[in-house]
């Protein structure tokens, strides 16, 4: 499975070179982040694009990733701060009219869905929301891989920092996670020579049949 060569190839870069990745990969990761499955479907997380230096300084201060600032882009996960009902009646509706269906034909799922996040606190959902965020970062990963694009997944940012400087608060959003993209500066990067650790597959996984 040439997966698994892309996964072998990927790592977690630390310094890149000043290459650009093209609009056109930069689209393709997009997309299939936007094609990651999500819990209920609802796909509670918006994805933020920045290249613009000054943002991305802003946004690297205080973090010892300097791959926030130097990098070709960097991808912001933003992930809903709450659930409400208005965003799911929106959110079946386009279900309804993608597939032809008639309006109100999925009630049953509407009133299921959003009684369900009806019993959660807005903590709950924000946690919920950036859990969905984490699988669309994995396909980030992996489509990068694909690409032979380098990227970073990371933790390592001031949220605050990142809900204000984008304005996220006041979209119901928060920073969960983030991915820079770019090449990996071979001769520079201590870690583009050293062997992927993983665990033996026999520790990892346990097959019960
Ligand atoms: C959710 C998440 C957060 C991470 N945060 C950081 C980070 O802040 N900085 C960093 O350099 N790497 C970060 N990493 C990369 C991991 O350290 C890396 O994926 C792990 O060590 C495995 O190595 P590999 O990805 O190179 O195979 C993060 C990875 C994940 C999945």
Avoid at 46 to 66: C, H, Y
Avoid at 83 to 112: F, H, Q
Avoid at 152 to 168: A, H, K, R, S, Y
Wanted: hydrophobic fraction near 45%.
């Amino acid at each position: 499975m040439e997966l698994i060569k892309n996964l072998q190839w990927r790592y977690a870069v630390k310094k890149y070179t000043d290459e650009l990745v093209s609009e056109d990969k930069i689209d393709q990761i997009i997309e299939a982040i936007n094609l990651s499955a999500s819990s209920c479907g609802i796909q509670p997380y918006r994805l933020i694009v920045v290249t613009n230096p000054e943002i991305r300084q802003k946004l690297a201060e205080g973090s010892f990733n300097t791959q926030i600032l130097n990098s070709s882009h960097l991808l912001v996960f933003a992930a809903f701060n709450n659930i409400t009902s208005e965003y799911i009646a929106d959110y079946v509706a386009m279900m309804e009219k993608k597939r032809a269906l008639e309006v109100g034909a999925l009630n049953p799922l509407k009133d299921a869905v959003t009684s369900f996040f009806f019993t959660q606190t807005p903590e709950q959902h924000a946690i919920w929301s950036a859990k969905q965020a984490c699988i669309g970062l994995g396909t980030a990963l992996i489509a990068a891989a694909e690409l032979k694009v380098d990227a970073t997944p990371m933790e390592g940012f001031d949220p605050e920092l990142f809900n204000n400087v984008l304005g996220l608060s006041e979209k119901n959003l928060h920073a969960s996670v983030i991915i820079s993209l770019g090449y990996r500066d071979t001769a520079n990067d201590y870690l583009a020579s050293m062997s992927k650790v993983r665990l033996p597959i026999d520790q990892f996984a346990t097959k019960i049949k």
